[in-house]
């Protein structure tokens, strides 16, 4: 059975905002939670469908990444990172009754990890733009992202002796802690050790026990053929490093496609407006455009070709991005009307509309004053 639209499951418009979406679930939630719903299947089911929607809309790396891919973002490993796939229903408790109900234990947000661990990083991001040659023949960058990495002094423990550690008091060396609120039950991060369980008693001279340092990283990434505006490439591991030994966040490179002096991008298609003259519009023949991979393509122009006229190249627009089959280009004619003209060439003009005998040689024009006439003759009848 396919997946239910998250905005629809939890009854919001896609443009909504966060205070908007938490709104929307806190209803959602105390309606079918399972303490309201005891030994009902049915209700424990829509309760983890609005967890799961709730989990993912509520992230903004995690929204976007559904708002380009669907589901599929997550079931490809396309999807924000840091939170495991969406449909984790013990996950998505933990993450929604933290961000609903954590300000009254002494702050609120969920610290990303758990007992024996030390915080999650966060993610990074990092705005590149590229031009349509390299988008639709792909790349290699170097990048320099400033970020937080692991203290090399201490090897990322926060401790200048890795030994001279306690149990944090706070939560008994449990790492979370658990309040009860009417018929809730939550349990959250423990705030004073970050879930670790114990806390430093000999902090890093270099890193003040935080297990990393602020510095530039230098990477070398791989921009794959075929990339489109807004796009965005997940690094996994190369966000800012853990609080105390935790895992790394990620990087998402997010792709800008410079606009084209000569092309025009939709999707996989390119468009190219190419001038012709007039004796080649009126006679045919033939004309040379250029294509995105730098090549030439022949297009043959008929006779009496008119300005708007398109002609599709087969295979020759943008790559596809993960193997897709490459585009199509659409050269467009403008038919250009001659200036500056010599003496000599008005003569010819002059000599060429009286060679014509009255005989109609402009059907686009001879046909909109038609349209014009009958439309004249209306208003006065």
Request: proline letters at 4%.
């Amino acid at each position: 059975m396919a997946k239910r639209d998250y905005y629809d499951v939890l009854g919001v418009e896609r443009a909504a905002d966060g205070k908007a979406m938490k709104s929307a679930y806190r209803k959602l939630a105390m309606q079918y939670h399972p303490d309201r719903n005891a030994d009902d299947a049915e209700a424990e089911a829509k309760f983890k469908e609005v967890s799961e929607a709730y989990e993912v809309l509520k992230d903004d790396q995690k929204r976007a990444a559904y708002d380009q891919f669907g589901h599929a973002a997550f079931e490809n490993g396309m999807g924000g990172g840091g939170g495991g796939h969406p449909g984790d229903f013990a996950s998505s408790f933990a993450d929604v009754f933290d961000d609903l109900f954590g300000e009254f234990m002494g702050g609120g947000g969920r610290r990303r990890g758990g007992h024996g661990g030390g915080q999650r990083g966060a993610d990074l991001r990092y705005n590149m733009e590229v031009s349509l040659e390299e988008a639709f023949a792909g790349k290699q960058a170097k990048i320099r992202v400033p970020t937080a990495v692991s203290c090399e002094s201490c090897g990322g423990t926060g401790s200048d002796d890795p030994e001279a550690t306690a149990t944090c008091t706070t939560c008994s060396g449990h790492g979370k802690v658990r309040a009860q609120q009417g018929f809730f039950s939550i349990e959250r991060t423990c705030p004073a050790c970050g879930g670790a369980g114990k806390v430093i008693r000999d902090p890093c001279k270099v890193c003040s026990g935080a297990g990393r340092v602020q510095k530039e990283k230098t990477l070398n990434v791989t921009i794959p053929a075929g990339v489109d505006d807004g796009m965005r490439i997940r690094i996994t591991g190369e966000g800012e490093a853990g609080v105390r030994g935790g895992p790394a966040g990620d990087l998402y490179i997010v792709l800008g496609v410079k606009s084209h002096p000569i092309f025009q991008r939709d999707g996989g298609t390119i468009y190219c407006p190419v001038p012709i003259t007039v004796p080649t519009a009126a006679l045919g023949g033939a004309i040379e455009v250029p294509t995105i991979d730098g090549k030439r393509a022949k297009v043959s122009i008929p006779a009496g070709t008119q300005t708007g006229r398109q002609f599709r190249l087969r295979g020759k627009g943008m790559n596809g991005v993960r193997g897709a089959s490459r585009g199509d280009m659409i050269i467009e004619t403008i038919v250009e009307t001659p200036v500056e003209l010599t003496a000599r060439q008005k003569e010819l003009l002059k000599e060429f509309e009286e060679a014509g005998g009255g005989k109609s040689q402009n059907p686009e024009s001879d046909g909109f004053f038609a349209r014009v006439k009958d439309l004249w003759q209306d208003l006065t009848d």
